[in-house]
């Protein structure tokens, strides 16, 4: 995986078939997507269960670009080898999901994986002041994570305040939750280049009718300019 602060477009398979993750992800790769974004959710950290590390080993086979993992789970640590065997390219933890965030950092880094801190929109960018030498992604959560569909939380200014924090670091910022063609210019401008979205890309499409994501990614990329 190479750095650069071009904008990606990082569709959630949350929104998409669970009876069918492998051919959703070729269609919307097909489609124009740069990452695949997958969320991880444990009934516990946050309200919702979604699959483990067994079920991203056999989506990988599928993805062709990034695999971008997305944990909302606590605790994390115990996982971390297994999401890493799956074949993850970026692992991310919360800052929330327990005491020792760095650790999980190092661990995450330590096996091979780019390593990313996300940040509920309760907690101000200050909570990741001193790891900005420790992680390759910020992910600001315009929701509050556990379900998509949910209307977008401005975080602009958290946006704006990572960006200047990771200097000429080589850090990604993604934005998830809430992202569609008028709110993605936003985050774009306060300086975001992975912008997650379920709803926004698989509305309207399917596996045997994938035209749509397409078009979908394309008018939030037009947008998001
Ligand atoms: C929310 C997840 C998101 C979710 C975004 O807890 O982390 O990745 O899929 O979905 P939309 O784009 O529909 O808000
Ligand atoms: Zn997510």
Redesign the pocket.
Known sequence: MTFDRSLKIAP?ILASDFANFGAECAAVEAQGADWI?V?VMDGHFVPAITFGAQTCAAIRPHIKTVMDV?LMISPVDAYLQGFADAGADVITAHVEAGPHIHRTLQTIRGLGCKAGVALNPGTPASAVADLMDDVDLVCVMTVNPGFGGQKFIDMTAKVRQLREMIGDRPVHIEI?GGVDPSTAPLVRAAGADVL?AGSAVFRGGSVDNPGPYGDNIRAIRAAAG
């Open positions: 959630s974004h969320d997305h998830d997650v």
